[in-house]
């Protein structure tokens, strides 16, 4: 039997460029490499209550900023919903293993409007080490080997990049030193009201405190996933959402990814 061309085309090339279609959730229909599929993420059932709520969050002048985009799942659902006119999106992803995926998802889906920013982001501007063991989703500064380059929110602001309306964070333990890098240009957003909406990830109990602690110093209303229960341990690492003054979110408290969230 002849093989089709295309199909032998598709086997001449390496796995990780074969791209299929996610079938469901905000991603519906786009274009995933097949190597990344798993977990659910080609199913589109991947933390589909988290994304759902992302989705639910995000308005169409927002500018967003995904700090940790890993392969840019969170950035394509950002692309789909954020006018290219009168937003934009930032995808901070460090590791160049994450970036060839990142960069491959968003060129097979056009979405050219977001822009890849290479840096880790915590409290000082230099080099740290990057990676970790396992999947590189759980890959963290200061671990690994892979150098990379470190800044901090505030000095990108200062330096010119369009400051976040929406900051969605998954840092693997970073999210703290992100924050306290951050000081300056909530302290000067305050002053103006442009406070940005945050979708936080937390990896500790103590990392939730600590962040909690310091957004609500600065005005915000803090809301906790329904992930977080403090009775059957860590098992789940929770979303922090913190709202500014000013900005309703009531109807996305009622979705499944924070109905049941202990206050």
């Not at 329904?226 to 003054?245: M, N």
Request: hydrophobic residues 45%; aromatic residues 8%; glycine residues 10%.
């Amino acid at each position: 039997m002849r093989v089709p061309l295309f199909i032998r085309h598709a086997v001449s090339l390496p796995i990780r460029q074969i791209p299929v279609r996610i079938r469901s959730g905000p991603n519906r229909g786009r274009r995933w490499s097949i190597a990344a599929s798993g977990q659910g993420i080609g199913a589109g059932q991947y933390e589909q209550d988290r994304f759902d709520a992302l989705a639910a969050l995000i308005q169409p002048q927002d500018v967003l900023w995904d700090v940790g985009a890993n392969h840019g799942y969170a950035s394509l659902v950002a692309s789909g919903l954020i006018s290219a006119l009168s937003g934009g999106v930032h995808a901070f992803e460090p590791a160049e293993y994450n970036r060839w995926y990142l960069r491959r998802h968003l060129s097979w889906n056009a979405a050219a409007h977001v822009v890849v920013q290479p840096f880790a982001l915590a409290d000082y501007v230099g080099t740290s080490t990057f990676g970790g063991r396992g999947s590189s989703a759980g890959f963290a500064l200061g671990k690994g080997k892979e150098e990379v380059r470190v800044t901090t929110v505030s000095r990108l602001v200062a330096d010119g990049m369009r400051a976040p309306s929406f900051l969605k964070a998954d840092v693997e333990g970073a999210e703290l030193l992100m924050l306290k890098g951050a000081v300056d240009f909530l302290t000067t957003a305050t002053a103006v009201g442009t406070l940005p909406l945050m979708l936080i990830s937390v990896h500790s109990p103590t990392l939730f405190r600590d962040c909690r602690e310091l957004l609500l110093s600065f005005g915000y209303a803090v809301h906790a996933s329904h992930t977080l229960d403090a009775g059957t341990g860590w098992d789940t690492d929770p979303d922090l959402l913190a709202i500014p003054p000013g900005r309703d979110v009531s109807a996305s408290l009622r979705l499944p990814w924070f109905a049941r969230a202990p206050r």
